[in-house]
């Protein structure tokens, strides 16, 4: 079974980052049942709970919470037909990414990033077929620049289901 790892933002950084998504859900029509925002780190196929926990709240013990810089919306032409908003990759989050990703691929676990380092992002909607042509330059006006992350869950699913939540791993303060 997979299981996700991902980042989680404060209070603040959702209600500017639903904001958003409810904008795009009324201009493209997207799903009115969008996933929680959040920034998806990594994926591992059948993991050992206790050895990953242990794994993951040593390699989080040093790290604070952080910020991370938004860029603009984007329409992907992946398989997920996805509209996403784009983050920075560069700094905090690559570099948490990476080392993370080595970690946990060192230590023998089933590792698989969903996508390039590169191109970190949040899926903010899916897209209709009929919708996929239409959109190739998505302007949405972002009224923040910067969102910060507070925690990283471990969850079963990418839905809004609270059960699919496995652990979270909270950040240290500033």
């Not at 904008?23 to 029509?29: C, L």
């Not at 969008?34 to 926990?53: G, Q």
């Not at 390699?59 to 997920?80: G, H, I, R, T």
């Not at 998505?138 to 059960?163: A, G, H, R």
Request: glycine share 2%.
């Amino acid at each position: 079974m997979k299981y996700y790892l991902v980042a989680s933002f404060d209070n603040d950084s959702y209600s500017h980052i639903e904001a958003v998504q409810k904008r795009i859900s009324k201009k493209y029509k997207t799903s009115r049942n969008a996933t929680k925002p959040r920034i998806l780190l990594e994926t591992i196929e059948d993991p050992d709970f206790d050895k990953l926990d242990k794994i993951i709240t040593g390699f989080l013990a040093p790290y604070k919470k952080f910020k991370v810089e938004v860029l603009n919306v984007s329409a992907q032409n992946n398989s997920y037909h996805s509209l996403n908003l784009n983050i920075e990759s560069k700094g905090y989050i690559k570099r948490f990414n990476r080392c993370f990703n080595a970690l946990l691929y060192s230590n023998g676990f089933n590792v698989k990033s969903n996508h390039n380092m590169d191109e970190l992002c949040i899926f903010l909607g899916n897209l209709n077929i009929k919708d996929q042509v239409n959109i190739s330059n998505v302007d949405i006006p972002l009224n923040f620049q910067t969102i910060k992350v507070n925690k990283i869950e471990l969850t079963k699913s990418l839905n809004n289901k609270p059960d699919s939540i496995i652990k979270t791993y909270t950040l240290r303060d500033y």
